[in-house]
Antibody, heavy 117, light 107 residues
């Protein structure tokens, strides 16, 4: 069915790196922009990054700019989030979401990233 | 960045009540305002997009209104499955920003 499935989360020490993946299925992947949205424990939702449908345009929240990189592979129906220089405050559930024209119309189930020494 | 402020932050209500949640933007966002429902352990789901459009499959007891800086989400008659946290989110400018959430609890 139409879905997004995230993977790649885990426990990592501060300063280390992690790459999240998001696999899309049962829709025309290359027609859509995608976002990453996160939720820290006990906190609200926070937008992280967006990548345009063809991958040319990318934007980031100030909190991750310069440390995180969003990318996509339209031949594999995949979206990625490379996270470098991780901090304890990056601990969160990370959701991959589809841009349904100015709103998030499809969400994955999320993957938990825990940054701890 | 555009700041989104929801009120109240929490709300206790009973099944059958009419509930209104408000969201205010720090600058005009036209109608680029969306509402999401998030239940513990579940995935957030869009309820209302572009201020007043009901997402397919969402019950008609949910409605949204507003433009510019002030928006409301109304649930006309609360059902047991509606107890959740609700977020507004603006898509007028990047970075897209969410309100802090409104936790709707059973009275």
């Amino acid at each position: 069915q139409v879905q997004l499935v995230e993977s790649g989360g885990g426990v990592v020490q501060p300063g280390r790196s992690l790459r999240l993946s998001c696999a899309a299925s049962e829709f025309t992947f290359s027609n859509y922009a995608f976002h990453w949205v996160r939720q820290a424990p006990g906190k609200g939702l926070e937008w992280v990054a967006i990548i345009s449908y063809e991958g040319k345009n990318k934007y980031y929240a100030d909190s991750v700019k310069g440390r995180f990189t969003i990318s996509r592979d339209n031949s594999k129906n995949m979206v990625y989030l490379q996270m470098n220089g991780l901090r304890t405050e990056d601990t969160a559930v990370y959701y991959c979401t589809r841009d349904g024209s100015w709103y998030f119309d499809l969400w994955g189930r999320g993957t938990l990233v825990t940054v701890s020494s | 960045d555009i700041q989104m402020t929801q009120s109240p932050s929490s709300l206790s209500a009973s099944v059958g009540d009419r509930v209104t949640i408000t969201c205010r933007a720090s600058q005009s966002i036209s109608t680029h305002l969306n509402w999401y429902q998030h239940k513990p352990g579940k995935v957030p789901e869009v309820l209302i997009y572009v201020a007043s459009n009901l997402q397919s499959g969402v019950p008609s007891r949910f409605s949204g209104s507003g433009s510019g800086t002030d928006f409301t989400l109304t649930i006309s008659s609360l059902q047991p499955e509606d107890f959740a946290t609700y977020y507004c989110q603006q898509s007028y400018n990047i970075p897209y920003t969410f309100g802090q959430g409104t936790k709707l609890e059973i009275k």
